[in-house]
């Protein structure tokens, strides 16, 4: 069962775009939503995340709208940039439970053309 | 400050064959984390400890054993190992609470079991 769904799964945008990234969630327990960015050959690296009790969050370029009563939440990357070429995955997590690991979406692969 | 390492960060194995993957923080994190990254299906959790001596299973754990006799340490062991577990695997550490939910990654180890 994919508790996270990520959309869509490659991107392509022009130097200068908006970039948008879509996930959806189905687990009403999860109270923390990162966005992780991954360039080839390293391991993902915390971007931005919001909790549920605010609708978005703001940090340079990069923002994140949150949804809850839809359970869905985006990334958008304004002035997108070649350098933001990477792979984007959205991930939840609860505090509920002592477990307090990520679920991630499936990932987006982003390309920025010059 | 060396952060989160994982090794090998390469390595070859046979189908049968015991590999264990190691994992080492300099942080004092209480939180460790195993994941596994496929295409198509993001990042899914193996094991997880909230602290020495403490682990849990997660997602995806059959075949896998985990330990955890020192807070920094968090070796992974594949005790016969099978094609399908050809796969880059990523461990993470955080210093869970207070409002604190970053996880950091390693470089990754890709596995590759023929």
């Known amino acids: 069962q994919q508790q996270v769904k990520q959309s869509p799964q490659s991107l392509i945008v022009q130097k200068g775009g908006i970039s948008i990234i879509n996930c959806a969630y189905e687990?009403?327990?999860?109270?923390?939503f990162p966005w992780y960015q991954q360039f080839p050959g390293k391991g993902p690296a915390l971007l931005i995340a919001i909790r549920p009790d605010v609708s978005e969050k703001k940090e340079g370029r990069f923002t994140i709208s949150f949804n809850k009563s839809a359970k869905q939440f985006s990334l958008h990357i304004m002035d997108s940039q070649p350098g933001d070429s990477a792979t984007y995955f959205c991930?939840?997590?609860?505090?509920?439970?002592?477990?307090?690991?990520?679920?991630f979406g499936s990932g987006t692969r982003l390309q920025v053309q010059p | 400050d060396a952060g989160i390492t994982q090794s090998p960060r390469y390595k070859i194995t046979e189908t049968g064959r015991q590999v264990t993957l190691m994992c080492h923080q300099t942080?004092?994190?209480?939180?460790m984390f195993w994941y596994r990254q496929d295409l198509g299906h993001g990042l899914r959790l193996i094991y997880y400890s909230a602290a020495a001596d403490i682990t849990d299973k997660g997602e995806v754990p059959d075949g896998y054993v985990v330990s955890r006799s020192k807070t920094e340490n968090f070796p992974l062991t594949l005790e016969s190992a099978t094609r399908s577990q050809t796969s880059v695997y990523f461990c993470?550490?955080?210093?869970?609470?207070?409002?604190?939910?970053?996880?950091?990654f390693g470089p990754g180890t890709r596995l590759l079991v023929l």
């Open positions: 942080w004092s994190h209480s939180y």
């Open positions: 687990n009403t327990a999860f109270d923390y």
């Open positions: 991930a939840a997590s609860t505090s509920r439970t002592g477990r307090r690991a990520l679920t």
């Open positions: 993470a550490s955080s210093d869970l609470g207070g409002g604190r939910e970053t996880q950091y």
